[in-house]
Each structure stands twice: as structure tokens, then as C-alpha cells.
T-cell receptor, first 114, second 116 residues
Framework: DAKTTQPPSMDCAEGRAANLPCNHS???????VYWYRQIHSQGPQYIIH???NNETNEMASLIITEDRKSSTLILPHATLRDTAVYYC???????????????FGKGTHLIIQP | GAGVSQSPRYKVAKRGQDVALRCDPI?????LFWYQQALGQGPEFLTY????????KSGLPSDRFFAERPEGSVSTLKIQRTQQEDSAVYLC??????????????FGDGTRLSIL
């Protein structure tokens, strides 16, 4: 799986858009970008994924650069409940027969300020 | 509930004791994963089941760690002769079927294990 680089922490004001960057310069053509987040004392929660097109769902938007070497997760109107560690993961969707576990890094600790 | 359930939520054991951690995945989910999360770190993969078959146990740190899923639903992670370095949060996740592209993993809230 490709290695990802994320800033260790970020602050964002409540009600503003939170933009979380992720670098994945060694991504290969069949690898997807996934985002999970982990609120304190809870398990990780799936947010969104994409291959090369921008994606949007009820939680967030994912913008992937044209060369696919970086991406940005956007929370359009951050609330205090969005304070969490956000993990960017790059991997093939299925390895076929095993080794399907996710590889988490240290993620970005996003703190939403009131 | 409809989510992944783990029990106990907290477990304290003395060094050398055996412990068993339980995971109830979402009903109908074929794939089940165990992860270990040390304080301040991201989760690390331990093992993976497809139904009752343990297809990958490459992440288990030692032969003191053993996982099973005998009927393809509930899973148990057992740690024998616990040591202080086993202290961590143990997370369980399930997905509908890993073979389906982009099935997300649904996580439980974990068992926090403390070894004294």
C-alpha cells in the first residue's frame, strides 16, 4: 500500500470549512484513497473514498488532484463533533485472499474551535 | 443495535493471566478484522477472517495471541500469559465482504486492555 503523509494537527473554527490534506506521491493506478476518522474513545468511522474523480457524500467531499499524488478531505461546515483524528489511507480495494486490513498512519488531529 | 459490538469495554488483568475479548459483527457481514491500537498511535492490523476461515494472521505479534470465529459470526481474540506490552485498545471491524470493491469497514468501540 502507498505511504501517506498528513500534518499531525490542525485547528478550524466552528462553522467554517475544514480542509485536511494528504500526500500520497507513490500511489499506483489501482489504489483508492480512503478517509476514516476516530473520535475520542470510539472506533474509526468510514467517511469517504475515491479513485480519481472528486467525490461527495453527506459527511464530506474528497478532492483528488489530477496526478493523484495528493488529496484533500473537506468538511464543509465543521462542528465541535467533528473534532477527531482523521486518517488518509491509500490501498487497493481488495488484495484477493488476505491482507485486507487497513494500514493506518498517525493521522491528523483536527480540533474544531468554538 | 445494528453496529459492531465488543465486550468487555474495559478489561484489567494481572501479568501472566489469560484474557478473552469478544466481537459481535454486524449481522450478515462476511469479513471480520481485529486491530490493536497503542496509546497515541493508529490502529494496527492483527488478523482477518472470511466467514470462519482465518485468511490472514500476519499481524499477530506473538504465538500468545489467538483468534477464532468458529461459526462465522462472533469472534474471540485470546491473549495467553499477558504481558504489560499487551496493554492497548483492541478493535474489531466487519465488512459485508472484502471481495466487493470498496466495502467500508465498520468498527466497534474497542476493548481497552490494561495489564498490571
Amino acid at each position: 500500500d502507498a505511504k501517506t503523509t498528513q500534518p499531525p494537527s490542525m485547528d478550524c473554527a466552528e462553522g467554517r470549512a475544514a480542509n485536511l490534506p494528504c500526500n500520497h506521491s507513490t500511489i499506483s493506478g489501482n489504489e483508492y484513497v480512503y478517509w476514516y476518522r476516530q473520535i475520542h474513545s470510539q472506533g474509526p468511522q468510514y467517511i469517504i473514498h475515491g479513485l480519481k474523480n472528486n467525490e461527495t457524500n453527506e459527511m464530506a467531499s474528497l478532492i483528488i488532484t489530477e496526478d493523484r499524488k495528493s488529496s484533500t478531505l473537506i468538511l464543509p461546515h465543521a462542528t465541535l463533533r467533528d473534532t477527531a483524528v482523521y486518517y488518509c489511507i491509500v490501498r487497493v480495494p481488495y488484495s484477493g485472499g488476505g491482507a485486507d486490513g487497513l494500514t493506518f498512519g498517525k493521522g491528523t488531529h483536527l480540533i474544531i474551535q468554538p | 443495535g445494528a453496529g459492531v459490538s465488543q465486550s468487555p469495554r474495559y478489561k484489567v488483568a494481572k501479568r501472566g493471566q489469560d484474557v478473552a475479548l469478544r466481537c459481535d459483527p454486524i449481522s450478515g457481514h462476511v469479513s471480520l478484522f481485529w486491530y490493536q491500537q497503542a496509546l497515541g498511535q493508529g490502529p494496527e492490523f492483527l488478523t482477518y477472517f472470511q466467514n470462519e476461515a482465518q485468511l490472514d494472521k500476519s499481524g499477530l505479534p506473538s504465538d500468545r495471541f489467538f483468534a477464532e470465529r468458529p461459526e462465522g459470526s462472533v469472534s474471540t481474540l485470546k491473549i495467553q500469559r499477558t504481558q504489560q506490552e499487551d496493554s492497548a485498545v483492541y478493535l474489531c471491524a466487519s465488512s459485508l465482504y472484502a471481495g466487493l470493491i470498496n466495502q467500508p469497514q465498520h468498527f466497534g468501540d474497542g476493548t481497552r486492555l490494561s495489564i498490571l
